[in-house]
């Protein structure tokens, strides 16, 4: 009575995309180079913006090397783990998890 869920369920799915080989991910990133359809203006200019990149990007490196760990949260800032917004009322959250219905006004 079922054929067509028996005949389907029987079938393996086979994906139709098919990998040929090995992910390889390459060792050096392409040379950067402006978008062939930029504007001239940006292309004559994309060798200034590299060494401006290039000068800030050394700049932050080494001011990130100094990163804090810490064991406890409270041990961070407070302005790590504080949230900036009001504290939520317990109305409010069941509000809002029951859909607005628990409050009548």
């Known amino acids: 009575m079922h054929t067509s869920a028996r005949l389907l369920s029987e ?4 994906p139709l995309i098919s990998f ?5 991910w390459p060792a ?4 950067q180079r402006p978008h062939p359809a930029a504007p001239a203006q940006y ?3 994309f060798s200034e913006f590299l060494k401006k990149y290039e000068s ?6 080494h001011s990130g090397n100094a990163k804090l760990v810490y064991g406890e949260f409270w041990e961070a800032p407070s302005w790590v783990w504080q ?3 009001r504290k ?4 409010e959250i069941d509000a ?9 006004r």
């Not at 040929?20 to 390889?24: D, L, W």
């Open 11 to 14: 079938h393996v799915r086979k």
């Open 56 to 61: 800030s990007a050394n700049e932050t490196s």
């Open 96 to 104: 809002i998890l029951s859909g607005g219905a628990s409050v009548f």
């Open 83 to 85: 949230p900036r917004i």
């Open 20 to 24: 040929v080989g090995k992910r390889k």
């Open 43 to 45: 292309q004559a200019s």
């Open 28 to 31: 050096t990133p392409n040379p």
């Open 88 to 91: 939520i009322e317990d109305s």
